[in-house]
């Protein structure tokens, strides 16, 4: 059986999905596509031949169309899922799921009438070799009981558009979405540091940034986010437990200096370093919709990791501690 799918969203990430889904992922094809930019869009769809439609709605309820991947901007995201939702049809969408929780919970409540699981968010990290090595650790209890996370995230630059609450809303949301997944467990606050402002950012951005986030049983997991690292994309994340510690970068015995020249094998971006991980994502959904099953990330994971990073965002303006307000999780996601 071969999904048809439409693709709402032919920016970078979008247009990889593309390629994946209509060449290297198998039992898929790329049917309908739409983007704002109108030349691009053609001629990605005759490359892969796909229909290009003039607006999204067109593809979501397309016939060609079984199921939807959104990959535009965030804020359009609640009326699109909202959309595939209404037409009865699975949707893979990017992260975030919404920028608000309100709009979060809309899904969730929309998802809840139509009685099944439509809705999946593009947390790729839970695809990565590195992080499911370190799950396993965790859940085997290799590690013993988890006490402290330590996590790194840094991006060479940002783009002029980036905000100082946009670390916590756009990049921290992949650590709110990894460290709820490893330890199964919520985070119920956080606490942003400032720290000196680097001179390679620009004027108007705080960067980098620290952030404090507590779980319900008390594990602490510190981040730091820094958008102009300057010498290339790099996370890293170190899990400590009573009996041992799972991390994604073995220890090194040596120092490495890593800086815009001497950068030995520091990917460039996410689109390199988790490359593999999004082609595992897109395969499992794939083989998922296959026999109607949807097991990634749910729209309550969207949900909370929205939660969370509007409370890092609330905590940046406050300059203290906040909590995080979530809804008992419904029965349907349990
Ligand atoms: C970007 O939007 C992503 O989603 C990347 O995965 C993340 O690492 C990066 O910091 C974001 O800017």
Not at 17 to 39: N, P
Not at 84 to 111: D, H, Q, S
Request: glycine share 8%.
């Amino acid at each position: 059986m071969t999904i048809r799918v439409g693709v709402i969203g032919t920016g970078s990430i979008g247009t990889d999905h593309v390629k994946r889904l209509s060449s290297q992922v198998t039992g898929s094809t790329v049917s309908a596509l739409y983007d704002i930019d109108t030349e691009r869009v053609c001629e990605i769809a005759s490359s892969v031949g796909a229909v290009a439609f003039d607006g999204p709605l067109g593809v979501i309820d397309s016939p060609l169309v079984d199921a939807v991947v959104i990959a535009t901007p965030g804020e359009t995201h609640a009326e699109l899922t909202l959309a595939c939702i209404e037409a009865g049809k699975p949707v893979f969408c990017e992260k975030p799921l919404a920028p608000t929780t309100e709009e979060c919970l809309g899904i969730l409540e929309a998802e809840i009438a139509s009685g099944r699981r439509l809705v999946q968010v593009g947390f790729m990290r839970r695809y990565d070799r590195a992080y499911r090595t370190m799950k396993q650790a965790i859940d085997d209890r290799s590690i013993g009981e988890v006490l402290l996370m330590h996590c790194l995230h840094r991006n060479v630059s940002s783009p002029p558009t980036y905000t100082s609450s946009m670390p916590f809303t756009d990049s921290v949301i992949h650590e709110v979405d990894t460290s709820r997944w490893l330890v199964g467990e919520e985070l119920v606050a956080a606490t942003v540091v400032g720290v000196r402002k680097s001179a390679y950012a620009p004027e108007h951005l705080l960067d980098p940034q620290i952030v404090l986030l507590e779980s319900a049983s008390g594990i602490l997991v510190d981040v730091e986010v820094f958008v102009n690292c300057q010498y290339g994309y790099d996370v890293r994340c170190e899990v400590v437990g009573e009996l041992g510690v799972a991390s994604l970068d073995p220890p090194r015995s040596t120092a490495t200096l890593m800086t815009r020249v001497a950068a030995d094998g520091v990917p460039p971006d996410w689109k390199v370093r988790f490359g593999e991980a999004y082609l595992v994502e897109l395969q499992d959904w794939i083989d998922g919709l296959g026999q109607n099953v949807i097991a990634g990330p749910s729209a309550w994971d969207g949900y909370c990791a929205t939660a969370v990073s509007q409370c890092c965002v609330r905590s940046l303006e406050s300059g203290g501690r906040e909590t995080v307000d979530l809804i008992e999780m419904p029965a349907f996601y349990a």
